[in-house]
């Protein structure tokens, strides 16, 4: 259980903590699209230092962040092998009499990789220093213009609410039916796929029937103070746009509008510089 | 089986910002065939404590021994699965880790785990149902079907057809009714008394006084005192401190005191023994 921290929210005072979570939406929505522009590894190089700079500021330790993404090595290993078998063109890197390794595979792997880190890293920003809550809250706002098409916007904050406020007690849930298990000489972690599935339906079925239940008693709970979910309602919290966040939004349309210039005009760059950004 | 703890510290989550010192340097030696109880408050160590004793948790530092097993921090997992079915450790409401079809098979899951044969099962299966008091045409039926109690019955069967030495019962009698509570505290009794070393985590300080021989209290993670009911509930200073609430019939004799009764505090243990104290000042019977 100990990797259940990882990305969780972490209670602090930082700026990016102030921020308002609509404003932290947008610009991770705006980073996200960065992302996935070709800026070339220089873009990378300037959207990564952006990067760091922000998790020095949300106070989230490297250690935590590292951890998220050596998790997932083999996924980096498997694309790493696949592209490198797909892409068959370029320049020959190595020659090995049945098989050619082409330079494009590797790029196109570190590509992957890169984007990935990138990707992890922001929604790390975001998730770590902002409120499960008030994250809904932002979500609902950004979609109440879905309303006109009448998307039920409150359902789904509402259902997402939910959900994130149950996740913890589930997998403390999760945890102790593992223990009790265990006390019973079950053991998850060990042997062959055989002799696991006795223990894996030993904790499927009895967290599937304490979630019912929970969801059970809490629609009658919610049912009891007459919940109803179109009524109109007003906010005990009101999200509040101030100056920093508008300086924020700013300064990421801003950097969003570099980055799209960047890749728009690579040609005009690279000769600018004198180096192949592509690459 | 003899249990002791060498200098044990725990830590939730080490090395992140949630991390919980939930035990700080414990040292104490539970005796075999004894009945001892784990008071305190919330939060204060109880669940974590017990549950090194079966090695659901390993010790962040410091060794806990329990007959030839010894639990350290690098302890392998194939050292000390046989301890587990030695050491039956029964949760806070068990009734949630039923999920065999039968109760039958969920009793026999422990056994089958620890690799009885099928008639060493069904005898292991039958005497635990009898023993708390679960009727065998109940066995073929389905866990989910029956009342709280009943599966909570199921579930400390499960536990008790393992033959364990030692059973540990963190808050057994959560949420039962006082008369369920109260055959469910006898059954560990009686079991306590055919040999089986008893650990009763509790905050029902009624039963402590009744039941057991030594009382272990935590505090914020640390052992606070280890004594036997009447000293740790004499001890004016220490209840005080950690706001723990005296056994009804205790404070009932303490008062009795007070208005000049001459009463042996050693003996009061329930209703009937404080009765007995009672009427040998006034000169009656003793039952
Ligand atoms: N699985 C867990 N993960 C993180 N912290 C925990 C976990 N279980 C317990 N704790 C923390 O450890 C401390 C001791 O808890 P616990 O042993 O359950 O106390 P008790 O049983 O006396 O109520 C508490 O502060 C609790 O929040
Ligand atoms: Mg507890």
Redesign the pocket.
């Known amino acids: 259980?100990k990797n259940l921290s990882l990305g969780r929210y972490i209670p602090n005072d930082t700026f990016i903590h102030r921020l308002d979570p609509r404003t932290k939406i947008l610009a991770m929505i705006f980073l996200l699209v960065i992302v996935f522009m070709e800026i070339g590894f220089l873009g990378y190089f300037i959207l990564g230092i952006f990067l760091l700079i922000l998790l020095k500021v949300t106070k989230v330790s490297f250690r935590t962040l590292f951890r998220l993404i050596k998790n997932m090595w083999f996924m980096f290993l498997f694309l790493f092998i696949i592209n490198i078998l797909s892409f068959q063109r370029g320049n020959v890197l190595l020659d090995l009499e049945f098989f050619k390794i082409y330079d494009s595979g590797i790029y196109q792997t570190l590509y992957i990789i890169i984007r990935l880190v990138i990707m992890i890293t922001i929604t790390t920003i975001l998730t770590t220093s902002t409120k499960p809550l008030d994250m809904t809250y932002g979500l609902e706002y950004l979609m109440t213009p879905l309303k006109i098409i009448k998307f039920p916007t409150h359902e789904i904050a509402m259902i997402i609410s939910i959900a994130l406020r149950f996740i913890p007690t589930l997998l403390?849930e999760t945890?102790r039916i593992m223990k009790a298990q265990a006390s019973r000489g079950s053991i998850l972690s060990e042997g062959k796929l055989k002799d696991k599935i006795p223990a894996i339906i030993s904790l499927i079925i009895p967290l599937f029937f304490s979630a019912f239940k929970r969801s059970d008693e809490l629609a009658d709970a919610m049912e009891a103070r007459g919940y109803d979910p179109s009524a109109k309602r007003t906010r005990y919290r009101v999200l509040k746009f101030t100056s920093s966040d508008w300086l924020s939004l700013s300064l990421i349309v801003v950097i969003t509008a570099g980055f799209v210039y960047l890749s728009f005009n690579k040609e005009m760059i690279e000769s600018l510089l004198g180096i192949d950004l592509w690459r | 089986m003899p249990i002791k703890f060498e200098n044990v510290s725990y830590t939730?989550?080490p090395n992140t910002v949630?991390k919980?010192?939930?035990?700080k340097d414990v040292n104490c030696e539970i005796k075999e065939g004894s009945f001892t109880a784990i008071i305190?408050?919330?939060?204060?160590?109880?669940?974590?404590?017990v549950?090194h004793i079966n090695a659901l948790l390993l010790p962040t530092s410091g060794t806990v021994f329990v007959e030839d097993y010894k639990i350290f921090p690098n302890s392998k997992l194939k050292q000390i699965k046989k301890l587990r079915s030695k050491v039956g450790l029964v949760f806070?409401f068990p009734e949630y880790q039923l999920f065999e079809e039968t109760c039958y098979k969920d009793i026999a899951f422990g056994p089958k785990n620890f690799g009885k044969t099928s008639e060493e099962i069904d005898v292991l299966v039958k005497d635990a149902a009898k023993l708390v008091g679960i009727d065998e045409e109940l066995l073929s039926r389905s866990p989910f079907e029956l009342s709280g109690g009943q599966r909570r019955r199921v579930a400390i069967a499960g536990i008790l057809a393992m033959k364990p030495s030692v059973l540990i019962l963190?808050?057994p009698t959560a949420g039962l009714d006082p008369r369920g509570a109260r055959e469910m505290m006898d059954l560990f009794s009686r079991l306590n008394k055919q040999g089986i070393t008893v650990i009763l985590?509790t905050h029902d300080m009624d039963y402590v006084l009744r039941y057991s021989e030594l009382v272990i209290v935590?505090s914020e993670?640390m052992l606070k005192a280890y004594d036997t009911p009447l000293n740790i509930f004499k001890n004016t200073k220490l209840c005080k401190e950690l706001n723990l609430e005296l056994p009804t019939v205790f404070s009932f004799a303490n008062k009795l005191i007070e208005k000049g009764l001459d009463i042996d505090l050693g003996k009061v243990k329930d209703v009937k023994t404080l009765a007995d104290e009672i009427a040998l000042n006034k000169g009656g019977k003793q039952s």
């Open positions: 259980m403390d945890e | 939730y989550l949630f919980t010192e939930a035990l305190g408050h919330t939060g204060s160590g109880k669940s974590t404590l549950q806070q963190d808050e985590v935590m993670g």
